[in-house]
């Protein structure tokens, strides 16, 4: 495995053990709004498309409008931590939403709220990774940042 291809796997790992991630969005004023969200399952053959189910009255929503590019920090027990960073885009065709429901998502949007529910998506484009001991030193002790190209390919920026 290419010392690339690690920190992708490492990555991808971190990130499908994040239950819960923050979600950073630009206010009007360009100051950087962290919140605390719940990261959905991602599903590996979609590549680097990371989703979020939100109420489509929240700030948040404002924010994406008007400025796309999201990061998402994950943080799982364990000690590593990803930054995610991509375009967002946000789904509000009740049909689209209504194919991607699942029931575990009611809690959060009962009854007549659930019309409200919009599905976030956020094509990561830039990682952010801690993972400690993944690789030989400087890897793995301090934050390694890679990149995906126009064309889908990645590479280690530093």
Known sequence: MTQLSQLLSEAAETLARSRACWLVTRSEKGVPRSRP????????????????????????????WRDQRVSLL??????AFVAAAGVANLIFDPAEVDARWREEYD???????RAEAVFLEVDVDCLELWVPNALNEPLGFVTTTLQRDANGRWTIAG
Do not use: N, Q, Y
Request: some cysteine; hydrophobic content about 30%; aromatic content about 8%.
């Open 74 to 79: 994950c943080h799982p027990r364990g000690g």
């Open 37 to 64: 969200m719940s990261l959905l399952p991602t599903d590996p053959s979609e590549g680097w498309l990371l989703r979020l189910v939100t109420d489509a009255r929240t700030r948040k929503v404002d924010e994406i």
């Open 107 to 113: 809690p959060f949007f009962p009854g007549e709220k």
